[in-house]
């Protein structure tokens, strides 16, 4: 099933979104307009805007606010990416030049700090404070999530424990507030707010593990970016630590410092793709939905709801 036919109930809004985002994106100075423009161009599946949407169907929500609240949270998105991209001295994203290969590392960090704080002035401008410390909050744990990561780089002893921890705030959050806000805009009740917050929390961490899996499964193409990178650049991701299990795997594991070639991870590529890892890895996907579809039992049957089940469903088999 495509994510076209998935969004059925909000394609009118997901629309009103993009249309948002193409007017408030833009700035005076000419640079970061061409960042945000091509960060648009780029494209994207629209999945937190989506969240926000599907978990609003469940009260009465302003429609204006909603899809201001939806493309504020899709603006602190690209942002992340594209300090993500700097970060990780990357070239491609979704198969395009990214901000940083097409201007320069100081435009690209500029450029995400300027959606930053157009994100929360656009949120800011409803005059709803639980809606601001939401968004803040999940900006925080965003920030808190890639400083833990840099410092994890190569640190191929560290826990199970830290990598989950460092996936929610890095990923799971944002996915989590998609769910809340919507929920905050529609004024749900407390229980119904409580269960779309944990839907998005566990659908947030689904989407993490499967974007780790896709590190090493998907081909280039469908990636949008070069294969095992989170390897090269010392991330240690589920199938890793599944694989690890392996002494002689992880006696190899070690030896991997300060970005090695495609040819010397090859080798660590070959031995994890012939174990159970990334068996185990879908595995763990899929307790992940599963779980995040429990979390929506109470919350009456409604077309909404089946999308969100369906949204969880595409998270935990997409290929890209």
């Given at each position: 099933?495509?994510?076209?036919?998935?969004?059925?109930?909000?394609?009118?809004?997901?629309?009103?979104v993009?249309?948002f985002?193409?007017n408030?994106?833009?700035?005076?100075?000419?640079?970061?307009?061409?960042?945000?423009?091509?960060?648009l161009?780029?494209?994207?599946?629209?999945?937190?805007?989506?969240?926000?949407?599907?978990?609003?169907?469940?009260?009465?929500?302003?429609?204006?606010?909603?899809?201001?609240?939806?493309?504020?949270?899709?603006l602190?998105?690209?942002?992340?990416?594209v300090?993500?991209?700097?970060?990780d001295?990357?070239?491609?994203?979704?198969?395009k030049?990214?901000?940083?290969?097409?201007?320069?590392?100081?435009?690209?960090?500029?450029?995400?700090?300027?959606?930053?704080?157009?994100?929360v002035k656009?949120?800011?401008?409803?005059?709803?404070?639980?809606?601001?410390?939401?968004?803040?909050?999940?900006?925080?744990?965003?920030?808190e999530g890639?400083i833990?990561?840099?410092?994890?780089q190569?640190d191929?002893?560290?826990?199970?424990?830290?990598?989950?921890?460092r996936?929610?705030?890095?990923?799971?959050?944002l996915?989590?507030?998609?769910?809340?806000?919507?929920?905050?805009v529609?004024?749900?009740?407390?229980?119904?707010?409580?269960a779309?917050?944990?839907?998005?929390?566990?659908?947030?961490?689904?989407?993490?593990i499967?974007?780790?899996l896709?590190?090493?499964?998907?081909?280039?193409?469908?990636?949008?970016?070069?294969?095992?990178?989170?390897?090269?650049?010392?991330?240690?991701?589920?199938?890793?630590?599944y694989?690890?299990?392996?002494?002689?795997?992880?006696?190899?594991?070690?030896?991997?410092?300060?970005?090695?070639?495609?040819?010397?991870v090859?080798?660590?590529?070959?031995?994890?793709?012939?174990?159970?890892?990334?068996e185990?890895?879908?595995?763990?996907?899929?307790?992940?939905?599963?779980?995040?579809?429990?979390?929506?039992?109470h919350?009456?049957k409604?077309?909404?709801?089946?999308?969100?089940?369906?949204?969880a469903?595409?998270?935990?088999?997409r290929?890209?």
């Open positions: 099933m495509s994510l076209h036919s998935i969004y059925r109930d909000v394609t009118k809004e997901v629309n009103l993009d249309r985002l193409t408030h994106i833009a700035s005076e100075e000419p640079t970061i307009d061409a960042a945000g423009q091509q960060l161009q780029a494209g994207g599946k629209r999945i937190r805007p989506a969240f926000v949407l599907l978990a609003s169907k469940f009260g009465q929500a302003d429609r204006d606010e909603l899809v201001r609240v939806a493309a504020s949270l899709e602190v998105h690209m942002a992340s990416l300090h993500d991209d700097v970060i001295d990357a070239e491609l994203r979704r198969g030049p990214t901000v940083m290969q097409r201007f320069d590392e100081e435009v690209a960090l500029y450029s995400g700090n300027y959606l930053f704080g157009e994100a656009l949120i800011g401008e409803i005059g709803k404070p639980e809606l601001v410390q939401v968004m803040v909050h999940a900006m925080r744990e965003i920030c890639e833990e990561q840099i410092y994890d190569y191929w002893h560290q826990s199970i424990k830290r990598y989950i921890k996936i929610e705030r890095k990923t799971a959050i996915i989590e507030a998609s769910c809340h806000l919507g929920a905050i529609a004024n749900c009740s407390k229980e119904d707010t409580k779309l917050r944990q839907f998005g929390r566990d659908i947030g961490l689904a989407f993490q499967a974007d780790d896709l590190d090493f499964t998907a081909n280039r193409v469908e990636l949008g970016k070069p294969v095992a990178e989170d390897l090269r650049h010392g991330h240690k991701t589920l199938p890793v630590f694989a690890s299990e392996n002494p002689a795997f992880f006696e190899e594991l070690v030896k991997i410092q300060e970005m090695p070639s495609h040819e010397e090859a080798p660590l590529l070959d031995r994890l793709q012939a174990s159970d890892a990334l185990r890895t879908q595995q763990t996907v899929d307790l992940y939905i599963k779980r995040a579809i429990r979390r929506l039992e919350l009456p409604s077309s909404a709801k089946r999308s969100l089940e369906e949204v469903r595409y998270v935990g088999k290929k890209g």
